[in-house]
């Protein structure tokens, strides 16, 4: 960017008036760079609903709607290590036989406390649980044992979620099974994922946990789903269909919505007014479906937040995220 003239107190002129207004012309229009949906384009063939696959490719791209994508990821990092600094490591536990099947445990202060467990989103292609631990402190400070799951991310798995949700279903599975070790109560056992994330915390709360893995049918006591995707029709037809394996058995399975006679637990969907129209959709359409199966959901609509605004809210107790898991351990 080039400097802009400087003028003398006292030393205005027209030349300089109009030198400096040149300046400015030239600098770069940031707020041009900074556009909130679809890239400009000629309007396509229909591809799901009103969206062309331009529009489609961005409704599932969070990127489009929120430019600032970059910023979220290092301060998720940054403010993940102060929470590390104030509360200490968390104790590290293998749930399976591959290095990435593990568990980072942010344990309550007090024994026989409610366990939270978190499922990171990234698109299925990136996130550790490292990177998200700054929610500890809401949940530590109120009495909670928060969890963070690490799994494999799909490019390592062949274009396959399943094997992503095999592993996350055998984290939680182990995390029931072991709760003693940290000093957790399995009769408050919640689950929560956000984004991609959520997707998989709603296959989660979803599983047939007693013909699957020998458990309590209704051994989940509740699930927060936030800014999810419920349905995998849509998401086969975008962008993400280049790099996830779609064929009809992955859609059926991993498709939560289909699978409501299975959901044993009350649920809280959330979204942010300012997430893209194709997680918007998802979120209301699953708590429609979930209404209309007559199981207990509690939808919450956030005003003005973005899809990374939504995720950071987890960590305040005054968020839409932060308050939601509250109030579904009634603890708000």
């Given at each position: 960017?080039?400097?802009?003239?400087?003028v003398k107190p006292g030393a205005?002129?027209?030349r300089s008036?109009?030198?400096t207004a040149a300046a400015i012309a030239a600098t770069p229009a940031l707020a041009e760079e900074c556009r909130i949906g679809p890239p400009p384009h000629e309007k396509g063939a229909k591809v799901w609903m009103d969206m062309d696959q331009v529009e489609l490719d961005a409704a599932y791209d969070q990127s489009f709607y929120a430019p600032t994508i970059g910023q979220f990821r290092k301060r998720f990092a940054s403010i993940s290590e102060t929470t590390r600094k104030r509360l200490g490591a968390p104790r590290r536990f293998s749930y399976g036989p591959t290095p990435v099947e593990g568990l980072d445990v942010f344990p309550a202060r007090t024994p026989n406390a409610p366990i939270f467990v978190f499922i990171h989103g990234g698109r299925w292609l990136r996130g550790t649980a490292k990177g998200y631990a700054y929610p500890a402190d809401l949940f530590v400070?109120?009495?909670?044992n928060y969890v963070v799951l690490d799994f494999i991310h799909v490019d390592e798995a062949n274009g396959d979620i399943r094997v992503m949700a095999d592993q996350v279903r055998r984290g939680i599975a182990w995390l029931y099974k072991n709760a003693a070790a940290f000093g957790g109560d399995i009769k408050r056992f919640y689950v929560g994922g956000h984004s991609s994330g959520g997707h998989l915390a709603g296959v989660a709360v979803t599983t047939d946990w007693q013909k699957d893995f020998g458990l309590p049918a209704d051994m989940i006591s509740g699930g927060?789903?936030?800014s999810g995707l419920y349905d995998l029709k849509a998401v086969r037809l975008s962008a993400r269909g280049k790099y996830v394996k779609f064929d009809d058995g992955m859609e059926q399975s991993m498709s939560s919505i289909r699978h409501i006679d299975l959901l044993r637990a009350p649920i809280t969907v959330t979204y942010g007014t300012f997430e893209t129209p194709e997680f918007q959709r998802q979120s209301r359409d699953f708590a429609a479906a979930v209404k209309a199966a007559g199981k207990p959901v509690e939808l919450v609509e956030a005003p003005d937040f973005n899809h990374f605004e939504m995720c950071e809210s987890l960590g305040n107790p005054y968020g839409p995220n932060g308050l939601a898991a509250l109030k579904l351990m009634k603890l708000a």
């Open positions: 960017m080039g400097d802009v003239p400087q205005i002129t027209r008036l109009l030198s400070n109120a009495g909670v927060l789903l936030m």
